[in-house]
């Protein structure tokens, strides 16, 4: 008994640090070199717009868990983690494994696109082949 | 054998990946039957001569720009077939191991009007083919997995086939894999209403070392194929169930559910 309540008053410990201003803008400026980095591979073709929302809306709430970190730290107490760094890791994790997920659904469905299209080139060939063969037997008459 | 097209005409599709050794004996005993066909030669992609050979054979080259796999090699002879509107098509593989004689026998059935999908079955008559142990207990466990749809064939993983349009226009959807289409097709197929039927066949051992059910390949082959019978039995089904279940599956489905 008197080991939980120690590890409890641990947890709180944990939760009721101060926050540092220090880690505040290192959160901020990494959220906003984020938004940065989305916007200059969009000018330059490398990434496209349709693949920036979720990138932005990660920048966002990054941006907007750097300016509240009270929101964190409640965050944190609601799923039962110790430290708001674990809640982070663990919403990154999370967000990793759905992105994930989501590039092999379109992964999967490029696949198949990219097999109908290939077999249309065959069928398309041989049919060129057969158009081919048949003017130059035309030619010949 | 004619390489042109022509409508009525029924279509001989042959996948082949690097067969240019075996390919022209095939052909030429293809030719040699005489039937009133027209041959077509799926080359997935091959690093060597196979579609310059069949094309010199007579045969149409159908040729992926890169390799596909067997199943999408397939498809394209199927989606050759609609464009051209054939009203069937057998499927052979390239390697020799079927025979081009069992062909009229494969047709037989369907051209009669009695079942869409012919199965040419090593295992229905004694023919004395062997199988590796793995290979035969895969066949097992498969067989019994077709048996819980109610689908009764003796060999499932028989690449050697004879469709008709009905069959080709499912088959030519996107469902259909590109690498192994076994029971997993036989499945969606027979959801649809399509009656299966197999016919005994002689098949020759395979030349080729390796086959695509073999070595590590048959553990990938068994998860693959578990998972992807369960999706196609949980899709809906196709349209073309829906109105011929109304016409009464136990006829339909006799044939299928011949004793194994």
Known sequence: MNETATLARLRELFLDNPDLEHTRWLALSISLALVAAVLWLVRRRRLREEYTPIWVAVSGALVFLSLRLDVLRELTRAIGAWTPSSTVFFLGELFLVAICLNYAVRLSRAGLLIKNLAQEIAILRAQMDRLEARSAERERA | ?260
Not at chain 2, 30 to 58: C, M
Not at chain 2, 90 to 97: I, L
Request: a neutral charge.
């Open chain 2, 1 to 260: 054998m004619e390489a042109e097209p022509r409508a009525g005409r029924g279509v001989l599709v042959i996948p082949a990946f690097n067969e240019a050794p075996r390919l022209p004996a095939l052909l030429e005993r293809i030719a040699a039957q005489g039937l009133p066909l027209e041959v077509v030669v799926v080359d997935d992609g091959s690093r060597d001569d196979t579609a310059a050979l069949a094309q010199a054979a007579g045969a149409t080259a159908l040729r992926h720009p890169f390799n596909l796999g067997y199943g999408a090699g397939l498809q394209t002879g199927y989606k050759y077939a609609l464009e051209v509107g054939a009203p069937w098509v057998v499927q052979m593989d390239a390697d020799g191991q079927h025979d081009p004689v069992d062909v009229a026998r494969l047709l037989a059935p369907i051209e009669r009007g009695e079942c869409d999908l012919v199965i040419g079955s090593r295992f229905l008559e004694p023919t004395g083919y062997e199988m590796g142990f793995t290979r035969s207990l895969g066949r097992r466990f498969f067989t019994g997995i077709a048996r819980l749809f109610g689908i009764r064939v003796t060999d499932p993983t028989s690449g050697f086939q004879a469709l008709d349009r009905k069959v080709l226009e499912l088959y030519a959807g996107d469902a259909f894999p590109s690498d192994y289409p076994d029971v997993d097709v036989l499945v969606t197929a027979h959801r649809a209403g399509l009656r299966v039927r197999e016919v005994g066949v002689l098949m020759h051992p395979s030349v080729r070392k390796s086959t695509l059910h073999g070595g590590l390949r048959s553990i990938w082959y068994v998860y693959k194929m578990l998972l992807a019978v369960w999706a196609a039995s949980s899709r809906k089904r196709a349209p073309a169930a829906r109105s011929r279940t109304h016409g009464g599956p136990d006829e339909r489905d006799r044939d299928a559910r011949a004793p194994a």
